[in-house]
């Protein structure tokens, strides 16, 4: 058994057919193509999954794609504009925030989500921000550098 959703995912209309069993991560890894969007653990644990859906961070293990359907997904793929890496991708890669790499996507998925709600965030709300979101390398003193230093470098609203 098969049901039709439709979705926006990076600015582009879907209509899939997608199995009830499949979650929003088999769906837009899988299904759509998009292999930015990382399966760790497959349980909700580690946030290398994340995606925004209608603008709010989640992890793409735990939605049913059918519960997707009318939904506006935003995935990593959708930061950057044409060639040119969006802000905190920018940041990661200044700040050597980026070991394997594994963790990457999902954690600016969470800091876009973090920075839309508190575009100056202090110290405490980005390590709150980012405390679903599990790297294994860095030790996330980079991770946070880097986040920090988008938000300076921003001049509008207070956090
Ligand atoms: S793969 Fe979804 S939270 Fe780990
Ligand atoms: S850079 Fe390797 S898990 Fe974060």
Known sequence: MRYPIRLRVNGD???LSVDPRWSLLDMV???IGL???HRGCDSGDCGACTVLLDGRPVAACLVLAVDADGATVT???GLAQGNTPHPIQQAFVTHGAIQCGFCTPGMIMAVAALLAEHPHPTEAQVR???AGNLCRCTG???IVEAVLSVALSTDSGNG
């Open 35 to 37: 292999r930015g969007v």
């Open 75 to 77: 995935t990593i793929e």
């Open 140 to 142: 996330y003193a980079k």
């Open 13 to 15: 209309l879907y209509e």
């Open 29 to 31: 890894r899988n299904h």
């Open 128 to 130: 709150g921000g980012l």
